[in-house]
């Protein structure tokens, strides 16, 4: 019998009290392409989908949902059966966004909406031309009420694997795919996104991306450094509405079958497997501006 599988994070729909310099930092600084626009929301895409990022206009910023996509062997109709089963109420909605026809929205334990799908629609016009243009889309980290329960849901009942943990109760790492982690959720009285972020192609793009960044004015806040959790190195800068956005490259490959990840250079132990972690950086660098704390 199928269960439910997520299997990527295809889109952040963004509440924003800016929606044009929100648009204009996506579009000439992130290198998005908008591929529709549509009562007052706009939508973005970084290649191939209709939108990988949303930006909806509001009196205050937050996360409106973030998109799952869901490995299609269960409709959306048998999803919402296995979820009420384990007594999580959810709703199908229809057309309620351009370029999916069909969502399952629901909540998860932290309070954070959720829309599940199986297909979306693709773009003709591909990557943009100028801007940082990252790979893609590749997790986000969130600080979390109802932390245990959180880290329980994402892995009994959409499919997420557990990868690593930084500390007793600060972070845990979770993943959906190959990337060694897709979530990372951070335990907190509120709920609320820590942290957005974007795969790059290499250390050169890295460098690259700070340079731009610096000419549109945006400060690195923290790196380049090494990850412990992840091994990924990682900048991190504010958009304009001030939430934290990652940029990165060379994060670990989970081998789900081995329990392990694919052996790296820089890997303190071969094998590497999933563990809980101490410190946050690989190389010592530390934190000067205190991104749990924005
Ligand atoms: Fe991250």
Known sequence: ????????????????KNVESMVDYYTNVMGYRMTEEKEGVSYLSNGLDHHNIVITPAKEKAVRSYGYQ??????????????????????????????????LKLQDPAGNT?????????????????????????HVAFCAR????????YQNVLGFAFTDQ????????????????VINIVASEQTFLHHIAFQLKDASHQYESSDLLAKHGRAVLWGPSR???????????????????????????????????????WHEVLPQKPKVWEALSAWGTQFEVDLAKI
């Open 146 to 153: 109802n932390f245990n329960e959180t880290i329980q849901f």
């Open 227 to 265: 990850h412990t959790a992840g091994h990924n190195i990682a900048t991190y800068h504010y958009d304009p509405e001030k939430n934290v956005v990652e940029l990165y490259t060379d994060m670990d490959v989970f081998i789900e079958e081995l329990g392990i990840f694919e052996p790296r250079p």
């Open 1 to 16: 019998m199928s269960t439910v599988k997520v299997f990527r994070l295809a889109y952040v729909d963004f509440y924003a």
């Open 166 to 181: 930084i500390g007793a109760g600060f972070a845990n790492f979770l993943t959906c795919n190959t990337d060694h982690h």
């Open 70 to 103: 869901l490995d299609g062997r269960l409709s959306l109709e048998e999803v919402q059966e296995h979820l009420s089963f384990k007594g999580i109420t959810s709703n199908i909605e229809a057309h309620s966004k351009p370029g999916i026809s069909k969502v």
């Open 114 to 138: 959720l829309e599940l799908f199986t297909e979306m629609d693709q773009t003709a016009g591909g990557f943009g031309t100028s801007g940082i243009i990252p790979l893609k889309l590749g």
